[in-house]
């Protein structure tokens, strides 16, 4: 049981060039999101899911995009990166219970020069 | 609109002594709050929680104090260890819609030997 993976741990884009950081859950979670760390800073939503073919925005959706084919990934996709997507990326699950907690990836440091 | 705050970036406390960190929310509506560790280049942990009905939560050395009448809890760890320095993050939670967390920008707790 891995729990929640990311790839990758790191990533250096240019300005302008887009990417797919990768999500997958094996503990058959419906719940999946994506949150975004800044420096001294809380975790913001950025995207966020309740099941396969489902998908909705978060707080700071501007920027990314998303997608849900499976109960298992949920890739984020990063087109035309800036430097203000210079950040940590965290993708987290959770099971469908009332106050069931949210597991939490390893996460990927991303750098957009 | 920050609605869980941290208004404490850090902490320092002496190994053996009470560690206290605190959090201020503003939205009424959380059902549940949740405290998570983390360690530096790793995902957040779930470390404890308590539903909004209760006033404490107890789980070996740590506990939360809910006071919602002041909109404050706190999470408690006696003694501290300096296994325990880590950042600190407090979440609400709510039991609808899509689940997500709110989260404050966390303390950074040093424990001493």
């Known amino acids: 049981n891995a729990g929640v993976t990311q790839t990758p741990k790191f990533r250096i884009l240019k300005i302008g060039q887009s990417m797919t950081l990768q999500c997958a859950q094996d503990?058959?979670?419906?719940?999946m999101y994506w949150y975004r760390q800044d420096p001294g800073m809380g975790l913001k939503l950025i995207y966020y899911?309740?099941?396969?073919?489902?998908?909705d925005k978060g707080e700071v959706p501007n920027g990314y995009n998303v997608s849900r084919s499976t109960t298992e990934d949920f890739p984020l996709r990063l087109e035309l990166a800036a430097p203000s997507q210079t950040s940590v990326y965290f993708c987290?699950?959770?099971?469908?219970?009332?106050?069931?907690?949210?597991?939490f990836g390893p996460g990927t440091r991303l750098t957009v020069l | 609109d920050q609605q869980v705050k941290q208004n404490s970036p850090s902490l320092s406390v002496q190994e053996g002594r009470i560690s206290i960190l605190n959090c201020d929310y503003t939205?009424?509506?959380?059902?549940?709050f949740l405290w998570y560790k983390k360690y530096p280049a790793e995902g957040p942990t779930f470390l404890i929680s308590?539903?909004?009905?209760?006033d404490k939560n107890e789980d070996g050395r740590f506990t939360v104090f809910l006071n919602k009448s002041a909109k404050h809890l706190s999470l408690h760890i006696v003694p501290s260890q300096p296994g325990d320095s880590a950042v600190y993050f407090c979440?609400?939670?709510?039991?609808?819609?899509?689940?997500?967390?709110?989260f404050g920008s966390g303390t950074r707790l040093q424990v001493q030997p």
């Open positions: 899911s309740v099941g396969a073919g489902i998908t």
């Open positions: 979440a609400g939670g709510k039991d609808t819609g899509r689940r997500a967390l709110t």
């Open positions: 308590i539903s909004s009905i209760k």
């Open positions: 503990m058959n979670h419906n719940y």
């Open positions: 987290a699950s959770r099971g469908t219970g009332g106050a069931d907690t949210q597991y």
């Open positions: 939205n009424s509506m959380f059902d549940y």
